[in-house]
């Protein structure tokens, strides 16, 4: 079946550095990979997607890039903000309209 | 419009009570899914709707479980004999029917249940 898997967090980051949270997937045919992100007391929101392999997707200053040689899809932004202190689920969706998620991962970014 | 809303936003309730939860979509949005999400998982897809029909039920959806969306617009997820399991964040997604970028899901604020 298909399945999402996160790095653990939570990820403990100062302001401006670089993030990276990983993650792979195990899926039949070819996915649409998504990142979302869920603020404290909001729903998720769609960050970003990418529908073939290699393609970038990219929001708000994250990317990330579709790898079908490694079965990733991993979350970067080159300077973190406090504002952008989530959690951040990376998802697919194979061949239906239902989405799998990975467990989460909390960002904190501290001043 | 404001979104996806849900109501209550939070529920504690006494083991062994029903529970009711309402959704109301994005106005024009035909398809309503309904996730479940405990603490510390991703979201899992437990039932939906295109218009008023439910195409779609997980295997998490219990017979204690029954959503409905009679009008094909707002949508109730009932909880019969709630047990302690079943406390979780239930969150309701919408979207349009169709292939492509017209079927990204927007999601509601969620509704916590604690069983108590």
């Known amino acids: 079946g298909n399945s999402v898997t996160q790095m653990e967090g939570p990820v403990t980051l100062s302001e401006e550095a670089f993030l990276t949270i990983n993650c792979t997937y195990t899926a039949t045919g070819y996915p649409s990979l998504f990142w979302y992100v869920q603020y404290p007391g909001e729903g998720l929101q769609l960050l970003l997607k990418a529908t073939k392999a290699d393609d970038k997707g990219s929001n708000k200053g994250f990317e990330a890039t579709y790898r079908k040689e490694t079965t990733s899809f991993h979350l970067e932004k080159g300077s973190v903000q406090v504002s952008d202190s989530a959690v951040y689920f990376c998802?697919?969706?194979?061949?239906?309209?239902?989405?799998?998620f990975g467990r989460g991962t909390s960002l904190i970014v501290h001043p | 419009d404001t979104g996806v809303s849900q109501n209550p936003r939070h529920k504690i309730t006494k083991r062994g009570q029903n529970v009711t939860f309402r959704c109301d979509p994005i106005?024009?949005?035909?398809?309503l899914y309904w996730y479940r999400q405990t603490l510390g998982q991703g979201p899992e897809f437990l039932t939906y709707?295109?218009?008023?029909?439910?195409?779609?039920k997980s295997r998490l959806l219990s017979d204690r479980f029954s959503a409905e969306r009679p009008k094909g617009s707002f949508s109730t997820l009932e909880i019969q004999r709630t047990e302690q399991g079943d406390s979780a964040m239930y969150l309701c997604?919408?979207?349009?029917?169709?292939?492509?970028?017209?079927?990204?899901?927007?999601f509601g604020p969620g509704t916590r249940l604690t069983v108590l």
């Open positions: 106005s024009e949005h035909n398809r």
């Open positions: 997604a919408s979207s349009l029917a169709g292939g492509g970028d017209n079927n990204e899901q927007f």
């Open positions: 709707f295109q218009n008023e029909a439910q195409l779609e």
């Open positions: 998802a697919l969706r194979a061949g239906s309209y239902i989405p799998t």
